[in-house]
């Protein structure tokens, strides 16, 4: 499986903006780039995928690097609600969801 | 239903006694996971299926965890001879086939062996 390397925590402010960054040097050219997050106490749920380009959808963006060997998760304006463990995978093909230990994300008030 | 579904959502057992967790995917979803997360930990992979494709079991712990889908449907995991150290919260999410596709988690079975 391609690895993926994220920071363990970080915090932001409510109401700004946030960039939880993720590393996957060795990821192949069909990796599709998927980021899921898990509120306390709750399964995980979708946040955005990506193959190359930039993606947006209601709850966050993704900014995919040139070379693909990292990329961006960024929530325009963290809630209280965003404070969770997110979590940057990589999926080729049919291989199952495998979830590495993600990053806690606290929002200060 | 609308979501993934799982039953029971809470279940204490005794040690040594059985146990079957019940998943319910999303209608016409092909791929089903089962995961299990101790307190405080990540999200364990256990088993996958995919269509008609033969499972992925490679994270199933020892041969007391076993799993079915039945249909290609409902699943059930069964845990034999439950140990303390299998307490934790079992979560099953479905999805469409491919890498393109996104997973949707039950609320969860959280397992207690006493």
């Known amino acids: 499986d391609a690895k993926t390397t994220q920071p363990n925590s970080m915090e932001s402010n409510e109401e700004e903006p946030v960039h939880l960054p993720c590393n996957h040097s060795t990821i192949s050219g069909t990796d599709y780039i998927h980021w899921y997050r898990q509120l306390p106490s709750q399964g995980p749920e979708y946040v955005i995928h990506g193959l190359t380009s930039n993606v947006n959808n209601r709850m966050a963006s993704l900014a995919i690097a040139e070379d693909r060997k990292s990329s961006t998760l960024i929530l325009h304006r963290a809630t209280l609600r965003d404070a969770a463990v997110y979590y940057c995978?990589?999926?080729?093909?049919?291989?199952?969801?495998?979830f590495g230990t993600g990053t806690r994300l606290t929002i200060i008030p | 239903g609308a979501g993934v579904s799982q039953s029971p959502s809470n279940k204490v057992t005794e040690k040594g006694k059985d146990v079957e967790l019940r998943c319910d995917p999303i209608s016409g979803h092909t791929a089903l996971y089962w995961y299990r997360q101790s307190l405080g930990q990540g999200l364990e992979f256990l088993i996958y299926f995919q269509g008609n494709s033969a499972p992925d079991k490679s994270g199933l712990p020892s041969d007391r965890f076993s799993a079915e889908r039945t249909g290609g449907s409902v699943s059930t995991l069964t845990i034999q001879r439950t140990q303390q150290e299998d307490s934790a919260v079992y979560l099953c999410a479905s999805s469409f086939g491919g890498m393109n596709t996104e997973a949707f988690f039950g609320q969860g079975t959280r397992l207690t062996v006493v």
């Open positions: 995978i990589l999926r080729f093909s049919n291989e199952k969801l495998t």
